[in-house]
Each structure stands twice: as C-alpha cells, then as structure tokens.
C-alpha cells in the first residue's frame, strides 16, 4: 500500500466531509406523520434522484426494486426493517458511474431469490442484511447475481428454500462477488431422501471472500422398512464450474451430512469444494469490522476492531467504493484509493479487540454522508490481509 496513504489530518477530514453526495434524505415509515416522506419503499426510491438516501424507519415493507440510480437504502438499526413474505428485494441496470448501498434489511420469502442483482456494472453493496428463501413454487437460492461485475455482500446470512424445493443459499452467474464475514447455507430438505443443496453455485464467475461461512444443505433420511429408497447426500460447501474461480481467505468451508440410511445402503456427504473450477488460500487471519449503524450529527462514531492479536490494524475511510483484489493482503480492498482517503492506524491489545469513537461534527455539509470503510491488518507473520468493509451513514442531527 502506497505509503502517502498513511498519513492522518484534519485536512484529509475536511476532505471527507465535502466529498459527500447526498442531496436528499427520504424517510420512510409504516405510518404517516412529521418527517414522514413516504409509507413505501418503492414510492420512495421511485422519487429519489441520483445520490439520494431513503431512510427506513423500523416496520415490515412491500417488495422494491432499484433501477438504473445511484442511491443508498438504510434501514434504521439491524434487524429493523423487513419485507413481507411474498416480496423481494431487486437491484439492476447500474452502470458503471454509479453505485447502490442498502443496509439492515430482512428479507425471509417465498419470492424467487429475496436478492436478486442483475446486469450490473457499477459497485452493489449490501451489508448485515439476511435473506432467506421459504416455501418457493420453484427451486429459489436466497440470493441470485448475474451478469454483475461488483457485487459485494457484507455480513449476510443467505440459505435457500428447504420446504418446496431444495436449492443453494448463493447462486452467481458471469458475475464478480466479494463476501465479507457471511453465512451462505444451502437448504437441507424437509422431505426424505433428498440431497441437500449446495452452499454456493459459481457459473462463468468470480468470488473473492474473507471470514465467510459456506455450508451444503444437509441430506434427509431413508424412509422406513421395507422400502430400500437410498437417503440424500450432503450438499457440497461451494461449486466451481471450470470458467470459474475462488480465492478464500479465513473462510470456513463445511460439507452437508449424508441422511441416515435406515435398510439401505449410506449416501454420501458433501465436499468442501466440487466442480472443476480454481481456488487459492491466501495465508493470514481476516478481522471484522463492527460500527455502530446510522451515525447523527453531534454524536459519536463508536467501532470496535477484531483480528490478530497484537497485530498493527489501519481504517480506512473514503467516498467512494472500487472494489478491487489486493493479492498482497489477500482480499477486497473496497473504498477508493483515487479519491480522498483518511487511515487511522492503531496497534491491537493481545485480546485482538480494540474499541473506540470519531466524534461527528455538529453539522455536516451535506443532509446525508455515505462513506466506505475497512480495516487492514500487518503481523510479522502474513504481513498485511484485508478485514471486512462498513458502508457508514452519517445524517444531519433531525433524521
């Protein structure tokens, strides 16, 4: 890393703070009322313009679908804000000049995939969000991307249907996915003698991913005697199809279980990793990130830091997110290192964790600031590795 980038001033704040590119901040809530823009999310995203923020107020909401802006989608604190059970969550057709946020939204539905990202080229980031499949027509991942170069999935839990059909929690087609401290299950089926679904699907793709979980779909038990009906293999932790690639940094990768195999003779469980695709191992310990959600005007930006023991940890903070691969730290380096840049560098305790705040100013220059952040990692050992990113929101004190 360049080594301009690790120096802090008040000048490189100042930098930040009149870089934003809010012009407006919507509010969202199940009930009309003061401040109150709208009672749906699409109305909402329909009326924003490009740069705007729609700030979602704690309830249950229809589906939305976000097309060809740039906009971020905040709900109000973690597991605040849900869709209902047929609705879905839609991105698609953003080009390259611009880029989605959305944070703190729950989607658990029997629409096809509760995350659907389509056809595009500019930067999607969603972060501590869950999406979960349930009682589909049709087989239904909990999250579907295609033909997206920069998607970036950050926190998540994904598992696919397990009721009417089985299917995998992530399923990426001629795509580009970094994954930062996920959960991607696949679907361990209800009925006997299935197999259980693949945690993730990767066709004609590319996936970079730190502190992520995949885990196959376990596999569902013979039916008794005296029927012979072989029990359900173990759904495989990921699949590489030969055009596609993985480099796995600290992630876990758990194969699903056989069913139990009553008079018949045993299935077999899941592999780590299936399919005749490519996958490297950097070496080193990724860390996360954890900041507090919507930040106000006058208040504090509280963050705690995870990782080596003892290890050198630097944030950065930027405008803008570019996701590209780092090999040297292994990972998705996300805010853009063109644009003005604040690193904060400080040396973590032997517990590995270390907490601290940024106070806000009292007034800020835009209504609403997004800002991309990370943490990095130096040990003597593996030198630098990537941590997770944050997407923060600081908003002006009457929101």
């Given at each position: 890393?360049?080594?301009?980038?690790?120096?802090c001033?008040?000048?490189?704040?100042?930098?930040?703070?009149?870089?934003?590119?809010?012009?407006?901040?919507?509010?969202v809530?199940?009930?009309p009322?003061?401040?109150?823009?709208?009672?749906?999310?699409?109305?909402?995203?329909?009326a924003?313009?490009?740069?705007?923020v729609?700030?979602v107020?704690?309830?249950?909401y229809s589906?939305?679908?976000?097309?060809?802006?740039?906009?971020?989608v905040?709900?109000d604190?973690?597991?605040?804000v849900?869709?209902?059970?047929t609705a879905?969550?839609?991105?698609?057709?953003?080009?390259?000049?611009?880029s989605?946020?959305?944070?703190?939204i729950d989607?658990?539905?029997?629409s096809?995939?509760?995350l659907?990202v389509?056809?595009?080229?500019?930067?999607?980031?969603?972060?501590d969000?869950?999406?979960?499949?349930v009682?589909?027509?049709?087989?239904?991942?909990?999250a579907?991307i295609?033909?997206?170069?920069?998607?970036?999935l950050v926190?998540?839990?994904?598992?696919?249907?397990?009721?009417?059909?089985?299917e995998?929690?992530?399923?990426?087609s001629?795509?580009?996915?970094?994954?930062h401290?996920c959960?991607i299950n696949g679907?361990s089926?209800?009925?006997?003698?299935?197999?259980?679904?693949d945690?993730?699907?990767l066709?004609?793709?590319?996936?970079y991913?730190t502190?992520t979980?995949?885990?196959g779909?376990?596999?569902?038990?013979?039916?008794s005697?005296?029927?012979c009906i072989?029990?359900?293999?173990?759904g495989?932790?990921?699949?590489?199809?030969a055009?596609?690639?993985?480099?796995l940094?600290?992630?876990?990768?758990?194969?699903g279980?056989?069913?139990?195999?009553?008079?018949?003779?045993p299935?077999?469980?899941?592999?780590?990793?299936?399919?005749?695709?490519?996958?490297?191992?950097p070496?080193?310990?990724?860390?996360?990130?954890?900041?507090?959600?919507?930040?106000?005007?006058?208040?504090?930006?509280?963050?705690?830091?995870?990782?080596?023991a003892s290890?050198t940890?630097?944030?950065?903070?930027g405008?803008?997110?570019?996701?590209?691969?780092?090999a040297?730290c292994?990972?998705?380096?996300?805010?853009?290192?063109?644009?003005?840049?604040?690193?904060?560098?400080?040396?973590?305790?032997?517990?590995?964790?270390?907490?601290?705040?940024?106070?806000v100013?009292?007034?800020?220059?835009?209504?609403?600031?997004?800002?991309?952040?990370?943490i990095f990692?130096a040990?003597?050992?593996?030198?630098?590795?990537?941590?997770?990113?944050s997407?923060p929101?600081?908003?002006d004190?009457?929101?």
């Amino acid at each position: 890393m360049p080594l301009r980038y690790l120096v802090c001033t008040a000048l490189c704040w100042s930098a930040i703070f009149t870089n934003g590119f809010a012009q407006r901040v919507w509010v969202v809530a199940t009930q009309p009322g003061p401040g109150v823009d709208f009672t749906d999310i699409q109305a909402a995203v329909t009326a924003a313009a490009d740069g705007d923020v729609v700030l979602v107020r704690a309830g249950t909401y229809s589906a939305f679908a976000i097309r060809q802006k740039s906009l971020v989608v905040e709900g109000d604190g973690p597991g605040a804000v849900s869709l209902g059970f047929t609705a879905n969550l839609a991105i698609s057709d953003i080009d390259v000049s611009r880029s989605v946020v959305v944070r703190h939204i729950d989607v658990i539905s029997s629409s096809f995939a509760p995350l659907l990202v389509t056809n595009c080229a500019g930067t999607v980031s969603v972060e501590d969000c869950r999406f979960l499949a349930v009682f589909a027509q049709s087989a239904t991942p909990g999250a579907y991307i295609a033909g997206s170069a920069r998607t970036a999935l950050v926190r998540c839990e994904l598992r696919g249907d397990a009721v009417r059909s089985f299917e995998v929690g992530l399923r990426v087609s001629g795509s580009t996915v970094h994954l930062h401290g996920c959960r991607i299950n696949g679907s361990s089926p209800m009925t006997s003698a299935a197999s259980g679904a693949d945690g993730c699907d990767l066709r004609s793709s590319a996936l970079y991913a730190t502190g992520t979980t995949f885990a196959g779909g376990d596999g569902s038990a013979a039916p008794s005697a005296p029927f012979c009906i072989p029990p359900g293999n173990g759904g495989n932790a990921l699949f590489l199809d030969a055009a596609s690639s993985a480099v796995l940094l600290d992630c876990a990768l758990l194969p699903g279980q056989p069913g139990l195999p009553g008079t018949c003779p045993p299935a077999q469980p899941g592999a780590p990793i299936a399919g005749t695709g490519s996958a490297t191992f950097p070496l080193g310990q990724t860390g996360r990130l954890d900041a507090s959600s919507t930040v106000r005007a006058g208040g504090s930006w509280s963050i705690a830091l995870q990782g080596p023991a003892s290890a050198t940890a630097f944030l950065l903070l930027g405008v803008r997110s570019a996701p590209a691969f780092l090999a040297d730290c292994g990972g998705t380096v996300h805010p853009d290192l063109s644009g003005p840049i604040v690193v904060v560098g400080a040396f973590l305790p032997p517990s590995g964790t270390l907490a601290f705040s940024f106070p806000v100013p009292a007034s800020l220059p835009a209504l609403g600031l997004p800002l991309v952040a990370q943490i990095f990692f130096a040990t003597a050992g593996t030198g630098c590795t990537v941590g997770e990113p944050s997407f923060p929101l600081f908003l002006d004190s009457r929101f």
